[in-house]
């Protein structure tokens, strides 16, 4: 029998855990038949709700159900990360708890797996369920990534995927604690397809994600697999230099040569806010880089468990 881990992250999500574990019964008996079978770990990244608690009455009454709780919230890709590092079985399957990452399509996901993929996708069809701000952020973001990065992200793909054992070692093997895990979970490469599916509503709850965090993860991704942004201002500043130079020039041909005052007050405030300006963008676009390679010297752990939830079994 080959076993399917079920990856949930979560992150005060009481109102939604027992319907998410609930569907995932419902989908663990349509596996009898097959030669599968599947467990879930669920990785509170430190819950400040009853989220905790809850995980422990399910475990108490289901094997099949474990749990990893954090010290702290370290935030959604190191509990992604943590765990990938401590699932067992064949495939492993990331899905987020809000019943948004369909159960059904799993069993298409195994069937291209049994095809040959290493790596199965779930693409979303479309973004209706998305407001407008988020579709045309998340639009820009894979184009702009894309463009930028040598590495490519499949468009409209999240974290929900289905991944062997193989490729799951090799993602686990990484030293990196600046963790964007979608950059990580396709930098690996290996055979790879990807299947479409429409994405229902959240059940239960409320999104943790806010802008602002989608805008930070945005930058993450950007500043973790390209370099890009620091070599644009190399070039920005030679053109700059340039068009000053030809444009001092002027001014002293001008001067020498027709008697022809410079410019006053007016342009050159407006020159030296520009590229005060210029050079700030540019300093700050330095900044992020130079301040995650300061984090990542440090070596801290991703994450720190606090405890294990588990039932009748000695290691997650």
Same mark, same amino acid.
Not at 95 to 121: N, R, S, W, Y
């Given at each position: 029998?080959?076993?399917?881990?079920?990856?949930?992250?979560?992150?005060?999500?009481?109102?939604?855990?027992?319907?998410?574990?609930?569907?995932?019964?419902?989908?663990?008996?349509?596996?009898?038949?097959?030669?599968?079978?599947?467990?879930?770990?669920?990785?509170?990244?430190?819950?400040?709700?009853?989220?905790?608690?809850?995980?422990?009455?399910?475990?108490?009454?289901?094997?099949?159900?474990?749990?990893?709780?954090?010290?702290?919230?370290?935030?959604?890709?190191?509990?992604?990360?943590? $765990? *990938?590092?401590?699932? =067992? !079985?064949?495939?492993?399957?990331?899905? /987020?708890?809000?019943?948004?990452?369909?159960? +059904?399509?799993?069993?298409?996901?195994?069937?291209?797996?049994?095809?040959?993929?290493?790596?199965?996708?779930?693409?979303?069809?479309?973004?209706?369920?998305?407001?407008?701000?988020?579709?045309?952020?998340?639009?820009?973001?894979?184009?702009?990534?894309?463009?930028?990065?040598?590495?490519?992200?499949?468009?409209?793909?999240?974290?929900?995927?289905?991944?062997?054992?193989?490729?799951?070692?090799?993602?686990?093997?990484?030293?990196?604690?600046?963790?964007?895990?979608? $950059? *990580?979970?396709?930098? =690996? !490469?290996?055979?790879?397809?990807?299947? /479409?599916?429409?994405?229902?509503?959240?059940? +239960?709850?409320?999104?943790?994600?806010?802008?602002?965090?989608?805008?930070?993860?945005?930058?993450?991704?950007?500043?973790?697999?390209?370099?890009?942004?620091?070599?644009?201002?190399?070039?920005?500043?030679?053109?700059?230099?340039?068009?000053?130079?030809?444009?001092?020039?002027?001014?002293i041909i001008e001067k020498l040569f027709f008697?022809?005052?410079?410019?006053?007050?007016?342009?050159?405030?407006?020159?030296?806010?520009?590229?005060?300006?210029?050079?700030?963008?540019?300093?700050?676009?330095?900044?992020?880089?130079?301040?995650?390679?300061?984090?990542?010297?440090?070596?801290?752990?991703?994450?720190?468990?606090?405890?294990?939830?588990?039932?009748?079994?000695?290691?997650?």
């Amino acid at each position: 029998m080959k076993q399917i881990s079920v990856i949930v992250p979560v992150y005060n999500e009481e109102l939604s855990i027992e319907t998410f574990f609930n569907a995932f019964l419902k989908f663990t008996e349509t596996l009898v038949k097959t030669e599968y079978t599947a467990s879930v770990l669920f990785v509170d990244d430190g819950s400040k709700d009853k989220t905790a608690a809850i995980l422990n009455k399910l475990i108490k009454e289901n094997v099949n159900c474990k749990a990893l709780v954090f010290s702290r919230n370290f935030g959604k890709e190191a509990a992604l990360f943590a $765990g *990938l590092e401590h699932a =067992v !079985g064949d495939l492993m399957i990331p899905m /987020d708890v809000d019943l948004q990452d369909p159960f +059904e399509l799993i069993f298409e996901m195994i069937k291209a797996h049994e095809t040959g993929a290493d790596v199965v996708l779930a693409r979303r069809a479309n973004r209706g369920t998305d407001t407008v701000v988020k579709r045309f952020s998340a639009q820009w973001f894979y184009r702009l990534n894309n463009k930028m990065s040598t590495l490519k992200l499949e468009e409209n793909v999240g974290d929900f995927r289905l991944m062997t054992r193989q490729v799951v070692n090799e993602i686990v093997s990484l030293q990196e604690n600046q963790l964007f895990m979608k $950059g *990580l979970m396709s930098w =690996v !490469g290996f055979e790879t397809v990807v299947v /479409d599916y429409t994405r229902p509503s959240r059940k +239960e709850g409320k999104t943790k994600f806010n802008y602002i965090k989608l805008w930070n993860l945005a930058v993450q991704g950007i500043t973790s697999f390209s370099t890009l942004p620091l070599k644009v201002w190399t070039y920005f500043g030679s053109v700059i230099a340039f068009i000053s130079f030809l444009y001092g020039l002027k001014i002293i041909i001008e001067k020498l040569f027709f008697g022809i005052n410079a410019s006053g007050y007016a342009s050159l405030m407006v020159a030296i806010l520009f590229f005060g300006g210029v050079q700030l963008i540019g300093i700050g676009v330095l900044g992020e880089y130079l301040g995650r390679t300061y984090l990542e010297s440090k070596r801290r752990p991703r994450y720190i468990i606090k405890h294990k939830l588990i039932k009748k079994v000695n290691n997650v």
